[in-house]
C-alpha cells in the first residue's frame, strides 16, 4: 500500500513539472531567468591598475563663457592600461592660472571596446613648472566600468611648444604614466 501512494505521488510530480500549462512554464522560466541573472552578478573585486599614454594638449583663454576660469585646456592622449587595453584619454580643464590648485578637470579614459572609464584629479604636486604628480579618483564608467571605483597616481610631463599665438592658444605634447588601484 505504502508502495501504492509513493508511486503515485511520483507519478503527480512528474505530470506537474512536464505540464504544458502555459501559467506553469512561464512561472518556471521566469524563477530560472531570476537565478541566471543573479547569479552572473559578479562581486566587485580591487585590481591593479597602470596606464602610460602620450598625446597632445591645447590651451586658450575661453572667451565664450564655457570655462568660467581664466584657461581652458583639452588634451588627447593614446596608450595603454590594464584592464582597458588600448585606450584613449581625453582631460578637459578649467583652470584659473595659479599652482598648485588645477582648478576643475575631469578624465574620461576610452577603451577599444567602447567601455569608458570616469576620473576626477584630488590632489596635484607640482615638481616644475609644466611637470606634476596627481592623484586621480575612480568614479564610476560605462560598460564593465560602471559603478567602478579606485584611484591612481599619474606623473604628467609637458612639452610646451608654442608660445601663445595671436588667437592666444598655446599648445604642445605630454605623456603620462600612473598606477594604483581599480575596484570592478
Given at each position: 500500500m505504502k508502495n501504492r501512494i509513493l508511486i503515485l505521488m511520483l507519478s503527480m510530480v512528474f505530470v506537474l513539472a512536464c505540464s504544458s500549462d502555459p501559467l506553469?512554464?512561464?512561472?518556471?522560466?521566469?524563477?530560472?531567468?531570476?537565478?541566471?541573472?543573479?547569479?552572473?552578478?559578479?562581486?566587485?573585486?580591487?585590481?591593479?591598475?597602470?596606464?602610460?599614454?602620450?598625446?597632445?594638449y591645447g590651451a586658450f583663454a575661453p572667451d565664450n563663457g564655457s570655462c568660467l576660469e581664466n584657461l581652458a585646456l583639452n588634451a588627447y592622449t593614446e596608450g595603454n592600461a590594464t584592464h582597458l587595453g588600448r585606450i584613449m584619454q581625453i582631460e578637459e580643464w578649467c583652470w584659473n592660472g595659479t599652482q598648485p590648485d588645477l582648478g576643475s578637470r575631469s578624465i574620461t579614459i576610452k577603451a577599444a571596446n567602447g567601455s569608458e572609464?570616469?576620473?576626477?584629479?584630488?590632489?596635484v604636486m607640482w615638481s616644475s613648472d609644466f611637470d606634476f604628480m596627481e592623484v586621480v579618483m575612480i568614479d564610476g564608467g560605462t560598460?564593465?566600468?560602471?559603478?567602478?571605483?579606485?584611484?591612481?597616481?599619474q606623473t604628467v610631463v609637458i612639452s610646451r611648444e608654442a608660445e601663445p599665438s595671436g588667437d592666444n592658444v598655446v599648445s604642445g605634447t605630454y605623456s603620462v604614466s600612473g598606477s594604483g588601484t581599480i575596484t570592478y
Open positions: 506553469v512554464n512561464d512561472v518556471n522560466l521566469s524563477v530560472q531567468k531570476e537565478v541566471l541573472q543573479v547569479s552572473s552578478k559578479k562581486k566587485p573585486v580591487k585590481r591593479p591598475f597602470k596606464l602610460k599614454a602620450a598625446g597632445t572609464l570616469y576620473g576626477t584629479p584630488i590632489s560598460g564593465r566600468f560602471e559603478n567602478a571605483t579606485g584611484e591612481f597616481q
